[in-house]
C-alpha cells in the first residue's frame, strides 16, 4: 500500500519559515520525481516545487528564491523549507510522487501565514 504522509505545517507570521516533511512507503522512492503541490481556498491546485531523481529541480515562479525542495532517498522523504513566507501562500499543501502512470497524493497539510 503507497503512502504519501506530510507533517510540518502550521501557523506562522509573515516572513517567518516552515519546514515541511514528506514520508513515502510501499514505492521505489528514489526512481519517482516528487513534487509540492499547494491548493488554496476558492483556488485550483499549483504546482509549487518539482525534484525528481536526477535533482534538477523546479520551482513556481512565485516562490523561486524563498522555497528549496530536497529528498533524502535513504529516509525517502522530500522536504520543503520555506522562507520569507507571505499571507498568499497560506495553503494546503500537498505531497506527490510520479513514475509513469503512477501518481500518488498525500492527504495535505494545512500552512497558514498570518499575523
Known amino acids: 500500500q503507497v503512502q504519501l504522509v506530510e507533517s510540518g505545517g502550521g501557523l506562522v507570521q509573515p516572513g517567518g519559515s516552515l519546514r515541511l516533511s514528506c514520508a513515502a512507503s510501499?514505492?521505489?522512492?528514489?526512481?519517482?520525481?516528487m513534487g509540492w503541490y499547494r491548493q488554496a481556498p476558492g483556488k485550483q491546485r499549483e504546482l509549487v516545487a518539482t525534484?525528481?531523481?536526477?535533482?534538477?529541480?523546479n520551482y513556481a515562479d512565485s516562490v523561486k528564491g524563498r522555497f528549496t525542495i530536497s529528498r533524502d532517498n535513504a529516509k525517502n522523504t522530500v522536504y520543503l523549507q520555506m522562507n520569507s513566507l507571505k499571507p498568499e501562500d497560506t495553503a494546503v499543501y500537498y505531497c506527490n510522487g510520479v513514475w509513469g502512470v503512477n501518481a500518488y497524493w498525500g492527504q495535505g497539510t494545512q500552512v497558514t501565514v498570518s499575523s
Open positions: 525534484i525528481p531523481r536526477g535533482r534538477t529541480t
Open positions: 510501499g514505492i521505489i522512492f528514489s526512481i519517482y520525481t
